[in-house]
Every structure is written in C-alpha cells, then in structure tokens.
C-alpha cells in the first residue's frame, strides 16, 4: 500500500511539474509576442512621423504613450525578467520624452527630430535579438 501511495505521489509531483514547465514556456512565448509587437509598433511609429501633420503627430504621440505604458505594465514570466527590465528602463526614456514632447504644445516633426526618441527607439529595437531567443 505504501509503495502504491509512494508511486501515486510522484506521478502527481512529476506532472505538476510538468504543468508548471509548459506553464513557464506558454508564458515565455506569449511574452516574446508581445515585446516583438511592442518593437513592432515603435517601428511602425518611427517609419511614419515624419509624414505627418502637427494635429496627427500628436495623435500618435498619444497613442504611443498609451503603448508604451501598457508595455511597461506587463507582468513577464521569469525567464523574461531580465529582458523587460531593459526594455522597461528604455521604455521610461521613451515615455519621458514623449510627455516633454507633448508638455510643450504643438509638435512638429522637426521637434521630433531633435529629441532622444529616434535614438531611445533604435535601443530598444537592439534588444530584439534578445526577444527572440525567448521564443526558442
């Protein structure tokens, strides 16, 4: 009976850790998916600011912000900690220049370019490669 009993509790210990392991993994893939759409909207806001007019720049400044705190919001697995650290201390930069860029009125392309966005942006993005091993 002890033996039965024995063998039924590590059956159960190795599937919950098991559970735990796939648990872990789903957690580690769903994150990389979002940090890699997160580069990818910072790309996307990148490729078209310089296109556009004072009234819609601002709007997707706004838009950014939002994207940006919701990034920084995010609660990463374990495996993903150290990633969304430097993610969210570069992010920080970004929101902070964002809301300069805004606390100053109209915003103009050329105020765009004279900030540390592009560059803040371009950091961020070199963690890409980082990303990606978070999916293997």
Known sequence: MKKVTLGLLSLSLLWLSGCALLEETT???????????????????????????????????????????DFIDIDPPTIAEDI????????????????????????TVEQLKDTELYRTIENIQSLQNQIEQLEL
């Open 27 to 69: 957690n580690s893939l769903n994150y990389a998916e979002e940090a890699t759409a997160y580069v990818n909207d910072l790309n996307l806001f990148l490729e078209e600011a310089s296109t556009l007019e004072a009234d819609e720049l601002r709007t997707e400044l706004e838009n950014l912000q939002t994207t940006i705190t």
């Open 84 to 107: 969304h650290e430097e993610l969210k201390s570069r992010s920080e930069q970004l929101l902070d220049t964002t809301n300069d860029l805004m606390n100053q009125g109209e915003v």
